[in-house]
């Protein structure tokens, strides 16, 4: 049997109990790797945009690297990959979004100075890592051209997303059995996710077709996949992403998806029948989409569309980087070992 991998892996986006986050994908990385064998140790901290805060993480990460013998460290997204520098072992960074992309402010929805800061660092981060990791095709272009980066989509728990009958799933939410529910995965306060035109969506789209909105925020993760169930077609409105986990969920749960073009988004959802990705992101092409798919009033087969993002093969994609790392450092090992021959 080979050794077992011993990982630190450092995040500021741990999801916490009482606490709605959109980083469940994370957890369920560390977990997949754990049932594979990998001995995941997680350290995750608050940052909250705050320097003091990542100060105070960044020494109690070095305490845990000088105390702890690990063959290596991932970081999720840039920023955290700050706190194993300068490196100690090797270090992996999977870059999922924002970190790249820059953030976006909830009060004017423009690019944030901090999330400016954020870019350098992961930019910089990248540039002293061992192996890069990004989520879309699309990151590639925002990383330094000196960095080479695998594109590993995050995975889907198939387990927990999975088909359920639609009676079903609206009788366990209360929700109305005989109406056209349209979808939104989402905080609707969060400028980027662009509420307000799903929301303007749908009211145009009720001139023609009654429908209502529902909006699934602050409910536990586990019930999501209900919501996918119960609703008749997944709304995506958002203005920056880097490869959205809720798209890809709905398709395995074949809710047909409606979105603006965005991310990876175009990739997943292309050439699925059922689904439509808009021309732009005016709210008339939206309630137009939507329109198109509830006449439908068929579900997808977007499934069997998103097999190979499986959580098991995703898992095995992020081993197979690990052990490449540790296959390179122990070459270099015995090349320094290597004695020269005298002629």
């Known amino acids: 049997m ?21 980083t469940h994908f994370i957890k369920r990385q560390a977990d997949f790797l754990r049932a594979a064998g990998v001995d995941v140790d997680v350290f995750h901290f608050k940052g909250r ?36 520098l300068p490196k100690r072992f090797p270090l992996v960074v999977t870059f999922r979004g924002n970190d790249l992309l820059g ?10 100075y901090l999330g400016r800061i954020a870019q350098k660092a992961s930019r910089l981060v990248a540039s002293s890592a061992d192996r890069v990791i990004v989520v879309s095709e ?32 609206r009788r366990t939410l209360g929700l109305p059995l005989d109406e056209r529910l349209v ?47 119960a609703c008749d077609v997944l709304v995506f409105t958002s203005m920056l992403e880097g490869s959205p986990n809720v798209v890809k969920e709905a398709l395995a749960c074949n809710l047909p998806v409606v979105s603006v073009p965005v991310g990876d988004v175009a990739l997943r959802i292309g050439g699925i029948e059922g689904c439509e990705l808009c ?6 092409t939206v309630a137009a989409a939507l329109e198109l798919v509830l006449r439908r009033g068929q579900r997808i087969a977007g499934r069997d569309k998103v097999t190979n993002l499986d959580e098991k093969i995703i898992t095995r994609q992020v081993i197979g980087v690990y052990q490449s790392i540790l296959a390179t450092r ?3 090992n015995l090349s320094e070992l290597a004695v020269p021959t005298n002629t």
């Open 2 to 22: 080979p050794p077992t991998i011993r990982v630190l892996m450092i995040t500021s986006e741990w999801p916490t109990a009482g606490q709605p986050r959109t």
């Open 49 to 84: 945009k705050n320097p003091f805060n990542y100060l105070r993480a960044w020494i109690e990460t070095q305490r845990k690297l000088a105390r702890q013998d690990y063959d290596l460290v991932h970081a999720q997204f840039g920023q955290s990959g700050l706190l194993a």
């Open 103 to 112: 953030i976006v402010g909830d009060r004017n929805g423009r690019y944030t």
């Open 138 to 169: 699309e990151m590639k272009s925002y990383l330094p051209s000196s960095v080479s980066a695998q594109v590993i989509p995050s995975g889907i728990d198939f387990d927990l997303f999975r088909c359920l009958p639609q009676d079903e799933a």
């Open 183 to 229: 979808l939104f995965v989402g905080r609707p306060s969060e400028t980027r996710k662009r509420f307000d035109i799903s929301e303007r969506a749908v009211e145009i789209l009720n001139q023609s077709l009654p429908s209502k909105l529902i909006v699934a925020w602050g409910v536990d993760h586990t019930d999501i996949p209900i919501y996918m169930n």
């Open 279 to 284: 021309a732009d992101d005016c709210p008339e």
């Open 330 to 332: 122990q070459r270099l």
